[in-house]
Nanobody, 127 residues
Framework: QVQLVESGGGLVQAGGSLRLSCTAS????????MAWFRQAPEKEREFVAA?????????YYADSVKGRCTISRDNAKNTVYLQMNSLKPEDSAVYYC???????????????????WGQGTQVTVSS
């Protein structure tokens, strides 16, 4: 059974940090490019960060999180991480992990390009 399970969300004060984890099972994790998206209430799901398959040598970030977030992967643990620092109230959202077979050098940033999704983890940043 293919699964992506996120963890690590919670309530944090502005300026704080969180590390989200997403553990995969049921497929060959190393072959998939992975990404994080987020969705706030009444807003569309938006791209946060992506990392290339296998070595994870390529990463890409939304402008809104660039310099504050780091995406990484550990293929031995079938896990992708999102380290978030200097959190702001506007970062509050449900964060989703997503995966796709990478078919080009470019990392995808739109939800419809990803076919595997987790159930999400809530991040709330208080001011």
């Amino acid at each position: 059974q293919v699964q992506l399970v996120e963890s690590g969300g919670g309530l944090v004060q502005a300026g704080g940090s969180l590390r989200l984890s997403c553990t995969a099972s049921g497929f060959t994790f190393s072959r998939y490019a992975m990404a994080w998206f987020r969705q706030a209430p009444e807003k569309e799901r938006e791209f946060v960060a992506a990392i290339s398959w296998w070595s994870g040598s390529s990463t890409y970030y939304a402008d809104s999180v660039k310099g504050r977030c780091t995406i990484s992967r550990d293929n031995a643990k079938n896990t992708v991480y999102l380290q978030m620092n200097s959190l702001k109230p506007e970062d509050s959202a449900v964060y989703y992990c997503a995966g796709t077979i990478q078919t080009s050098a470019d990392l995808r940033t739109t939800p419809h390009n990803y076919d595997l999704w987790g159930q999400g983890t809530q991040v709330t940043v208080s001011s």
